[in-house]
T-cell receptor
Framework: AQSVAQPEDQVNVAEGNPLTVKCTYS??????LFWYVQYPNRGLQFLLK????DNLVKGSYGFEAEFNKSQTSFHLKKPSALVSDSALYFC???????????WGAGTKLIIKP | SAVISQKPSRDICQRGTSLTIQCQVD?????MFWYRQQPGQSLTLIAT?????????ESGFVIDKFPISRPNLTFSTLTVSNMSPEDSSIYLC?????????????FGPGTRLTVL
């Protein structure tokens, strides 16, 4: 079965420190990987996606993600966390031309001042 | 990208009644999706709505319970019928926008439904 894993339910980071939110996937086929963020009482906002090419993808709000094919991972990173980054983060994958997204369970990111 | 609005943003309904949620997008899109999300949890796809065809429902969701309309390329509705407290959830619509390499889904702000 195709799946996406976000192994941490919650990640706590001090403001100004680097942050990483982990995502691994297991699919048959060519993966396209996405990160979304959901602020409290809001819909999901698209952050970034990996298609092909450069393994380091840059997105909105200073976030970036690194695609690692051998480890089947797509971890979200930011060099210096802000309190306003506190939100729920979702990793998702699309396989080949299939329009459906396979979603991770989400990781709650808490940035403490 | 796309700007998507949903109405209502939230509602409290009585058991046995129905609620229709509207989704409006600012550009013409082929594919629209309806999801359900329990607060703090992941998304579950209810159905895919293409203009001019019947909606395609995922396992566990049926048309009688969640009828969907897609009258044009910028609008869709989802009705939650004969509601029970188990239907209390956040309902999200999304649209697929054609982009470089692969299409991307963009989401509306959601409708928070509470059934008493």
């Amino acid at each position: 079965a195709q799946s996406v894993a976000q192994p941490e339910d919650q990640v706590n980071v001090a403001e100004g420190n680097p942050l990483t939110v982990k995502c691994t996937y297991s699919v048959s086929g060519n993966p396209y990987l996405f990160w979304y963020v959901q602020y409290p009482n809001r819909g999901l906002q698209f952050l970034l996606k990996y298609i092909t090419g450069d393994n380091l993808v840059k997105g909105s709000y200073g976030f970036e993600a690194e695609f690692n094919k051998s480890q089947t991972s797509f971890h979200l990173k930011k060099p210096s966390a802000l309190v306003s980054d506190s939100a729920l983060y979702f990793c998702a994958v699309r396989v080949d031309s299939n329009y459906q997204l396979i979603w991770g369970a989400g990781t709650k990111l808490i940035i403490k001042p | 990208s796309a700007v998507i609005s949903q109405k209502p943003s939230r509602d409290i309904c009585q058991r046995g009644t129905s609620l229709t949620i509207q989704c409006q997008v600012d550009s013409q899109v082929t594919m629209m999706f309806w999801y359900r999300q329990q607060p703090g949890q992941s998304l579950t796809l209810i159905a895919t709505a293409n203009q001019g065809s019947e909606a395609t429902y995922e396992s566990g969701f049926v048309i009688d319970k969640f009828p969907i309309s897609r009258p044009n390329l910028t609008f869709s509705t989802l009705t939650v019928s004969n509601m029970s407290p188990e239907d209390s959830s956040i309902y999200l619509c999304s649209v697929e926008v054609t982009g470089k390499g692969t299409d991307t889904q963009y989401f509306g702000p959601g409708t928070r439904l509470t059934v008493l």
